[in-house]
């Protein structure tokens, strides 16, 4: 195969869902990366109005670490512990899309929310363009929870699959889209942006 | 060496090159090249001249991604070196044509940096010299031989991919030849090119590039790009392209605002046309979403005019979130920014400044502060007029306080505004244009539109700010409330025209012309309602112009009065000092210092409602005011402190006052504190909520304050508290409810899935807390638990067994407080029924409930249970089947199950035994007891009763179905057979009832016809109970005939309905009856002879008796045994058969032919029994006589019998016995002889003898003897054959006799 693409995973904490996809990418071996949107990377806590904040770049081992000594119990039962176990194994730390300039240009980033679309889109817009090299923004619905992120990998694995496989995206990603879109019933919303 | 370095580069670099053209892979040709490119670029840069033409060979290379990165080096070299660029382009421009799109699209790329940087350089050096160097123009001549040829893929039908991109380089080409106006339009110094490109440096003059021609250029390629966004053009465009010609657009018109006029019609026009296909491409619909916000949120003012139809435009792509957010953000920049385009004076030339493009951000937004503030003072100038002249009165000494630059400030913008009246310049002209073209109404659209377009906006502005001054005296009677405000303005635009009708033909021209629109409505949205209810409160006021000019300089001195002094007066006149006070107090309460007051007009009239909602306004737009008052010098702040309060209260109209709130520096414990004390506080506040009706507030805040408060500050925990403390005091139905409800909707609410379920577990928490707290504290009786379980968002599992263990309680509990339980299991299963009927959601699981209380231990709690589901529950349809299956399955378990457990509870119970033997031992070690034997006969017993209870603890659910539907009795017949005995036993202390509830219905009948196999005994029971004190019914009594004759053929099945028979039908079921145990056939017996109490007895015992006797051992297959004993239970009743009985019996019996077996027994047994019956025997006896009964071999046996045992009286018949048969019977019993001689002896009975008899008897001896000898011989021999044939019958018979005789005696 020859140079795949370069793949981002984006979800608003670089946890659960862009983490999900993110390692199952990375096992059908595809060249990803993972971002949060948002301002830190919010774990639930104890209670709801109180989660535990980390910033980007806290490593995963750290907060497995913090949060097993705050209630082992807690956050085993509500599946965080398992979650960061996971993280852990496929990259050292959350890191924020707004701040990975440095990564390189990516070709396909999905998102998986609209809210972390907009951002998304709204960052590479106030980025300079000066590539005009283009990158498809996918956003695909996914809900905040362990079942849905799992399934919504499998979605993002697929839909990176198809894309992979055309040689020239651009051409075909109407096609692409619409019979996703058909296959798995869910509604898919792209567009697209220049480095 | 140097050269040598230098020399060996170039000969690697040509290695390099040499081997790349001579690999065959692929990849290996790659490698070559970028070491090659690495070499060029980096360590010997003289290589380059050499190389780009030999590089370029390679543009024939057959793979695709060789070309493709050639493509790319030409970019990377280029930019570095565009000495050597031209050489390389014409290879770049050949690219564009490649047939492998991934290589056009490198092309593209490289070339749209590529162009950039030679423009860029090209104007710098075209800046600073005349001279250019040549390199520079071929590489520029090539670039547009480039621009040429991309512009043209761009909009031609192809790869969209290259097309794309083909776009996106027409972008940067528009936005490459537009001044840029965000970047200083002057060139900069050579030294310093980091500041970016804008083409206006070109304004000073170039050799070759002229920026008007480039403008024009650029200006086509935009019209080129907003063509393929044209209706029939769109159409033909695949998804994405649209995506991107949205979002090039978009981004020209933001970063080039000169071209919104030009672009956003397009785009706003394309709205509709893609909501037709919106369904089938999201993503370009979102795309145009986008680009809408973006030029929503664009500061510059060239984009103010299209706010209005974007914000329309996005409310209809979707009224959400996103037009919240972009509006609310740019809400006050765009009120600011709108009323720029309604200058407030002429004369100021700030206002002409926005429309600078160099203008200074900060620099415009100041202007825009100060033109705001001179605008509202325009528009508000007429309220002023009616409190300064209030304040004149009310107020003269303090408005000498006023600080004099305050006043020398104001005056001079004032003095503008007549200044403005009394010339009658163009702008007065135009009014009358105005006015003269809309008075024909729509057919003068067409020329308003031409006039509106052709005159500058600035002037437009004016003509709407001096056409103010004619506004109606009395608005048209349509602008009350809810009228729009656009209309408000137009009418104050055209004073002449006053009817309501123009004024909406007016508004429909507005919508013909944007830009007419853009002027007018954005004072709509910026003066909010206020400025209608301005009018419409004040018409008077608005009268005269000249006026305001006389008082509005004492307007602005009016603020800066002592907070306490300038509201009132105004207030008091309206009668809103409610809504004064509110804000005054508010204000105090918040102590919110500074306060600037320059623009400060006086309205007070606002309902409460608007001076809420402005007050977050007026805190955010403070900040702002007080930079910009402060810096234009207009107050100062000593001014602002000590008018704060006053101004706020005064001042919350569309003119926004401005405040600031201290930033208080609370640590977290006490912000804690704080929070935790006003929670406490609103908590607390339930009587006067109450009493003032805001209950309702008051929980939905509570609430909602728990959501929002950490966990550490308990608000659940101090709810709670306060609910359980006092639960109807204290609202906590309804408290709960609302919280509850809140914290489901917080569960429900797509959230990240782990908040939601901490929502759950504090949900579940609650409700339990509050849940136990009511069970605990009020009685069972108190129906509040039920209600709130009822009315809850959904029941936890922690409540579901909260309920369960209402009803059923553990056995331990039900020790502690017996009494209660009782009362508790009620109330718990009156909830679950409730929840039944109420809750279908959680039917199944409080059904559960309900039916594992049927099967509780404690019978109490069972009987109520099974009351409820049995007589309530079961008939509801829809739960029906499940409780009958459940109740089925409980009753097979006494099959399955309870042989089991009889092992299992024996094991048990013995080794509890065993250890309790075992510590007795221990405690008494010298007693030997026996307690052990003795116990196990005990425990067997306490065993069977107890497996008893529990049969009856699972089966008395069904029992109870019976009685509802009957056809699920005859599972129990079927199971019968194959219960333990145990749980017969349980069967047989419960059926009696059911079988009372139920009568003899036709499903019993039914069963009673044909009753499953084995199911016998317990037939039995039925019958008995339904035939105990009851008259059976006909078809009972049928049933159990027919099943008797068809079936079982045991007379046992009609035992109990004997007493209904009739004759007929019992008499034949004798010999059965006889032949049953001794104790059924006395119950049949007694049965028989009491018979129904309608119809009287069945039979009287003389026909019993007859009927006993009538049996015929052989013939009915009847042992004699059996009739004897029967016999003998029939003499036992002396009361019943009696002597009279006796002898009527006998009396008949004694004609019957041939004569009864046991006839002659029956005479003895009768004599034995009654004495006095002596006589009458006699006469049977001798009647017997006179029947020849020595012809009957067994009867003659117990006739001579019966004679001697009633000897002397039986003598005289024994003498009537012809002499043959005496002898043969004194032969037979000699012993008869010697007594029976004596008495025949006798002189009166000698005399009355025959001669034979005395012959017999010895008494006579003659002749004659021998011929009676013969002839009694000749009857011996007669009985002697008989005897032969019966002699063993004979003997039988004496026994038989014999012991029925003992048995009598």
């Known amino acids: 195969m020859v140079a795949r693409l370069r793949c981002a995973m984006v979800c608003s904490s670089n946890q659960n869902r862009s983490m999900e996809a993110h390692a199952l990418l990375k096992r059908h071996g595809f060249d990803v990366s993972s971002y949060g949107t948002g301002a830190h990377v919010k774990l639930p806590g104890p209670s709801l109005r109180e989660p535990n904040v980390y910033d980007f770049g806290t490593p ?19 599946g965080i512990l398992p979650m960061l176990k996971r993280n852990l194994g496929v990259k050292n730390a959350p890191q924020r899309w707004q701040d990975n300039a440095a990564d390189g240009f990516f070709d396909v980033v999905m998102t998986f929310e609209e809210k972390v679309f907009d951002i998304v889109i709204e960052d590479l817009n106030n980025r300079e363009q000066r590539l005009t090299r283009s990158i498809l923004v996918i956003n695909l619905e996914v809900k905040d929870n362990h079942e849905e992120a799992a399934a919504g990998a499998k979605l993002a694995l697929d839909l990176c699959q198809e894309i992979d496989a055309a040689g020239c995206w651009e051409d075909e990603i109407d096609d692409i889209v619409s019979k996703f879109e058909r296959q798995h019933k869910q509604k898919v919303l792209y567009t697209i942006a220049f480095y | 060496m140097v050269a040598m370095v230098a020399a060996s580069w170039g000969e690697r670099a040509d290695g390099l090159l040499q081997s790349a053209r001579a690999a065959c892979e692929v990849s290996s040709k790659l490698k070559q090249l970028r070491q090659l490119k690495e070499v060029l670029l980096n360590r010997d840069t003289s290589l380059l001249a050499e190389f780009v033409t030999r590089l370029a060979e390679l543009q024939s290379e057959r793979a695709s991604p060789i070309r493709k990165f050639l493509a790319e080096m030409i970019g990377d070299i280029g930019s570095k070196h565009t000495d050597v660029l031209h050489e390389m382009l014409p290879c770049l421009i050949s690219f564009l044509e490649d047939e492998t799109p991934a290589v056009a699209r490198q092309a593209i790329t490289t070339g749209t940096a590529l162009f950039g940087h030679v423009l860029e350089k090209l104007v710098i050096q075209g800046l600073y010299s005349n001279d250019i160097d040549v390199s520079l123009k071929s590489s520029w001549t090539w670039m547009l031989q480039f621009k040429t040829t991309v512009v043209h893929t761009a909009f031609q039908s192809g790869s969209d991919g290259v097309r794309l991109l083909a776009v996106k380089f027409v972008e940067t080409l528009v936005l490459l030849y537009t001044p840029d106006p965000y970047i200083s339009s002057d060139p900069p110094q050579e030294s310093d090119f980091d500041v970016g490109f804008n083409i206006s440096w070109l304004r000073v003059g170039h050799a070759l590039l002229n920026v008007g021609e480039l403008a024009v250029e650029a200006s086509q390629s935009l019209g080129l790009l907003l063509d393929q966004l044209r209706f029939p053009q769109v159409k033909t465009l695949s998804n994405s392209m649209v995506i991107v010609l949205i979002k090039s657009l978009s981004a020209i018109a933001v970063k080039r605002p000169s071209f919104y006029g030009r672009i956003l ?23 145009l979403k986008n680009a809408f916000i973006a030029c929503l949120k664009c500061t510059h003012s060239s984009a103010e005019p299209w706010r209005a139809r974007l914000t329309e435009a996005l409310k209809a792509i979707d009224t959400g979130e996103s037009i919240d957010q972009a509006t609310k953000k ?86 503008s505004v007549p200044n403005k009246d009394k010339s009658p310049g163009p702008v007065q002209q135009l009014v009358a244009m105005f006015g003269a073209l809309v008075s024909q109404g729509e057919k003068a659209a067409g020329s308003l539109d031409i006039l509106t377009a052709s005159i500058s906006s600035d002037l437009l502005a004016e003509v709407v700010i001096s056409n103010m001054q004619h506004l109606p005296p009395i608005c048209p009677s349509m602008d009350k409330e809810g009228s729009s405000s656009s209309k408000m303005v137009y009418s104050s635009v055209l004073p002449t025209v006053q009817l309501p009708s123009l004024v909406s033909d007016i508004r429909s021209l507005s919508s013909l012309n944007p830009l007419l629109a853009s002027l007018l409505v954005p004072p709509s949205l910026s003066c909010d309602v206020d400025l209608q209810k301005n009018h419409q409160n004040d018409d008077e006021e608005m009268t005269d112009r000249t006026q305001t000019t006389l008082v509005d300089g004492s307007a602005t001195i009016a603020p800066s009065f002592p907070a306490s002094v300038l509201p009132l007066p105004h207030v008091a006149e309206h009668g809103h000092s409610a809504v004064s006070s509110i804000v005054n107090s508010e204000m105090d309460e918040r102590k919110i210092p500074g306060v600037d007051s320059t623009n400060s007009s006086d309205e007070i009239q606002e309902s409460h409602d608007a001076s809420h909602s402005s007050i977050p306004e007026l805190i955010e737009t403070s900040q702002d005011l007080i930079t910009g008052a402060q810096s234009t010098g207009v107050i100062n702040p000593d001014t602002c402190q000590a008018t704060s ?15 600031i709130i201290m930033d208080a520096n609370l640590t977290d414990e006490s912000k804690d504190q704080l929070q935790k004390e006003a929670f406490i506080r609103v908590l607390d506040a339930y009587k006067q909520a109450a009493g003032s009706g805001d209950s309702i507030t008051r929980r939905s805040l509570l609430a909602h304050l728990g959501m929002e408060f950490p966990l550490e500050l308990d608000p659940w925990g101090l709810l709670q508290k306060h609910i359980v403390s006092d639960y109807l005091e204290h609202e906590g139905h309804e408290l709960t409810l609302h919280i509850l409800y809140r914290l489901h909707r917080e569960t429900e609410q797509d959230q990240d899935f782990l908040s939601s379920r901490t929502a759950v577990s504090i949900y579940e928490t609650f409700l339990l807390t509050v849940a136990e707290s009511i069970r605990d504290n009020f009685p069972a009786t108190d129906k509040s638990l039920s209600r709130l379980l009822v009315e809850v968002p959904y029941l936890s599992e922690g409540v579901l067994k909260l309920l369960e263990g209402l009803c059923s309680p553990d056995r331990i509990e039900k020790h502690d407080k017996d009494f209660q339980s009782g009362d508790r299991v009620t109330q718990g299963l009156s909830a679950v029924w409730n929840l039944i009927l109420l809750r279908p959601s959680s039917r199944a699981r409080c059904l559960l409930v309900a039916l594992q209380s049927t099967v509780h231990p404690t019978e109490e709690v069972r009987m109520k249970a099974t009351r409820l589901v049995a007589n309530k529950l079961f008939s509801m349809s829809s739960i029906s089947q499940k409780i009958e299956d459940f109740a089925r399955e409980k009753l097979h378990s006494v099959i399955e199950d309870v042989p089991v457990m009889v092992h299992m509870e024996d094991e048990e119970l013995s080794s509890e035994l065993q250890e309790e033997a075992g510590v007795r031992k221990k405690s008494n070690e010298g007693l030997k007891s026996d307690s052990g034997v003795m116990s196990t006969t005990q425990l067997d017993q306490s065993v069977m009763s107890s497996l008893t209870m529990e049969a009856q603890r699972c089966m008395s659910l069904y029992f109870a179905l019976c009685t509802k539907k009957r056809s699920l009795l005859r599972e129990i017949f079927v199971i019968y057979k194959s219960i333990s005995k145990a749980a017969k036993e349980a069967v047989r202390l419960q059926i009696p009832i059911l079988v ?26 039925v019958l008995h109970t339904l035939t105990d004190g009851i008259v059976p019914s006909q078809e009972l009594i049928s049933s159990v005939k027919k099943l008797y004759h068809s079936r079982t053929k045991d007379v046992e099945i009609l035992i109990p309905v004997l007493p209904f028979l009739l004759k007929d039908e019992i008499l034949p079921t004798f010999p059965q009856l006889v032949n049953l145990p001794r104790e059924k056939f006395e119950d049949a017996l007694s049965r028989v002879l009491k018979g129904s109490p309608k119809t009287g007895p069945c039979l009287t015992p003389a026909e019993v008796l007859i009927a006993i006797h009538l049996i015929d051992p052989e013939k009915d297959g009847i042992p004699l045994k059996q009739i004897t004993d029967a016999c003998t239970a029939c003499f036992k009743q002396h009361n019943i058969f009696t002597q009279q009985v006796l002898a009527k019996v006998l009396n008949q019996l004694v004609e019957q032919i041939p004569l009864p077996m046991l006839f002659m027994r029956t005479v003895i047994q009768a004599v034995a029994t009654f004495p006095s019956l002596m006589d009458f025997v006699m006469e049977i006896l001798s009647r017997l006589i006179n029947k020849q009964i020595w012809k009957y071999p067994k009867l003659w046996v117990g006739f001579l019998k019966c004679a001697i045992q009633m000897k002397p009286q039986s003598f005289s018949v024994l003498l009537q016995l012809p002499a043959a048969q005496l002898e043969n019977a004194l032969k037979k019993n000699p012993v008869l002889k010697p007594p029976l001689v004596e008495h025949a002896n006798q002189p009166n009975i000698r005399s009355t003898l025959p001669r034979s008899t005395l012959v017999v008897l010895g008494l006579v001896q003659d002749s004659q003897a021998s011929s009676q000898a013969q002839t009694s011989q000749s009857q011996a021999a007669d009985t002697g054959s008989s005897n032969a044939d019966a002699a063993t019958e004979v003997t039988q018979e004496s026994t038989a006799i014999s012991s029925g005789l003992q048995g009598g005696d």
């Not at chain 2, 219905?1001 to 044909?1010: F, G, K, V």
């Open chain 1, 60 to 78: 995963y081992k750290y907060m497995h670490e913090d949060l097993r000594r705050k209630d082992v119990d807690l956050y085993k039962r509500n």
């Open chain 2, 265 to 287: 019609p397009i785009l706003l026009g394309l709205d509709p046309a893609i909501s037709v296909v919106s369904a089938q491409v999201p993503g370009s619909h979102h795309a």
């Open chain 2, 330 to 415: 740019n809400y006050r920049e765009f009120s600011i920014s709108t009323q720029n385009s309604l200058p407030g004076k002429g004369d100021n030339s700030s206002m002409h400044t926005c429309d600078e493009p160099s203008s200074d951000l900060a620099n415009k937004r100041l202007n825009a502060e100060v033109s705001n503030d001179l605008l509202h003072d325009d528009v508000t100038s007429s309220k002023r007029i009616r409190l300064s002249s209030d304040m004149e009165q009310d107020l003269p000494e303090e408005s000498s306080k006023l600080s004099a630059d305050q006043v020398e400030d104001k005056l001079p913008l004032v003095d």
């Open chain 2, 645 to 659: 309060t006053s101004s706020i209260a005064t001042s919350f109209q569309y003119v926004l006052p401005k405040m």
């Open chain 2, 996 to 1021: 009372r509830t139920i009568g003899s219905s036709s499903e019993l009948l039914r069963i009673i016809s044909d009753p499953p196999v084995g199911s016998e005994n317990l037939l039995m029971q």
